[in-house]
């Protein structure tokens, strides 16, 4: 085998191993501390006149750390982690106007304090004293938009404030 064949074998080599070694971006267990497998989710604390938001933002933060498959989702006796917020408001309002000023969009705004405290080392890990999370919705069909409710505006920025929470615990170390 000549010399060239020798480097096209070996770039071939190389060129194959970065194929098949999937170079994509993963999250992994590393990024969190070691000691850290199981996290309990006590019912947020609603601070807001809205019935059952500290229910549908709690369900919805389990639910995404149980698909994030990161951290355990457990009782707070058996927890490494606890994660524990506080619904502080929660806002409807009028976003958009039509031309002959009827409102046809609206903003739901959501805020939630949240900490995240490691048991093993009876430390805070991190705290988002405000987080806040907004959805818009249309109220009246639009061009590339169907109309929507409130509920559904309600359950879009719960989900930002899920994911928000998730990606912030297991993506910070």
């Not at 096209?8 to 501390?33: D, E, H, M, Q």
């Not at 947020?44 to 019935?51: A, D």
């Not at 039509?98 to 805070?124: C, F, G, H, M, P």
């Not at 404030?161 to 297991?170: L, P, Y």
Request: charged fraction near 25%; proline fraction near 2%; charge should be positive.
């Amino acid at each position: 085998m000549t010399s060239s064949h020798v480097r096209a074998a070996r770039w071939a080599a190389i060129a194959a191993a970065l194929v098949f070694s999937g170079c994509g971006y993963t999250t992994n267990t590393a990024l969190l501390p070691t000691h850290l497998k199981t996290i309990a989710i006590p019912v947020f604390v609603n601070s807001t006149t809205e019935v059952t938001l500290e229910k549908e933002i709690t369900d919805a933060v389990i639910a995404r750390f149980v698909s994030d498959n990161h951290l355990k989702v457990v009782d707070e006796r058996s927890a490494n982690s606890i994660l524990r917020g506080r619904v502080a408001s929660y806002k409807n309002s009028v976003f958009g106007f039509s031309t002959s000023s009827v409102a046809e969009e609206y903003r739901v705004t959501i805020v939630v304090d949240v900490t995240l405290k490691d048991q093993v080392k009876n430390r805070e890990m991190w705290t988002e004293p405000a987080m806040t999370k907004t959805a818009n919705y249309y109220v009246v069909n639009v061009p590339g938009r169907i109309a929507r409710t409130e509920l559904d505006g309600r359950k879009e920025a719960v989900g930002k404030i899920a994911e928000e929470i998730v990606n912030r615990t297991v993506e910070s170390w």
